[in-house]
């Protein structure tokens, strides 16, 4: 990769030279200044990996579709209110974080983005999880956490890689079913939210390993809920009596 990294140069605009590279396939714009990226990004059409994170971004240009090689891209902690739709041109996405901004939607055409395998929405302004994001099958990781959801749709189910999947600190209340039936999960973290019960078929979910206490570990993430009894002093036993708990009240 030809890369070029610009990160803390205390930067309010872009350099014109950097328009004249073609050739940079790793840009690395973070921790800057930056307000507004120009349309002349399209013409960097061989770029792998884009970096804007730390900056004061309040939108992204429509040209940034033109790059059609982009396969990472972190627009982290900015001041995005929205997505441009052409981003789902850049069909070879496959890591995507938007975290820490102030979106609270997505366009239908991310549907597009089927190469997309880890999509960070964590720290944003939604208030239910996107409809387009269910049909990305290809995800096998996705943060949501630190969001304003109430609930999680019964569509959940079509995320049939989805290894990991952390929506800790928002408002849920209730686990719909059909997320019991996403074999594929490892690592489940639904802590500081405001569930009282579990779905019945929880169990099903034999690859995780554990009730988990370390946010790095695999497992089922569980603190700070309204738990209804016995379901605490259930849990403390760890994840298989939980399951066989489950199991018999099923």
Known sequence: ???LSLIMKG???VPEFLWGLPEVQKLNLSRNQLVVIPSSLGKLDRLVVLNLGGNCLKCLPKEIGLLRNLKVLF????CLTEVPAELSLCRKLEVL???????SQLPLSFTDLTSLRKLNLSNNRFVQIPLCIFALRSLDFLHLGSNRLENIAESVQYL???QIFIIENNNIRTLPRSLCFIATLELLNIDYNAIQTLPDDLYLLRRLPRIAWNPMDKGLHIAHNPLSRPLPEVIEGGLDVLY???REKK
């Not at 627009?75 to 900015?78: I, L, Q, R, S, Y």
């Not at 974080?97 to 979106?103: G, Q």
């Open 244 to 246: 066989n708990y489950l």
């Open 160 to 162: 049939v890689n989805l």
């Open 11 to 13: 930067m309010t605009s």
């Open 1 to 3: 990769y030809v890369s």
């Open 75 to 78: 627009v982290n902690m900015n």
């Open 97 to 103: 974080s938007l975290s820490h901004n102030c979106i």
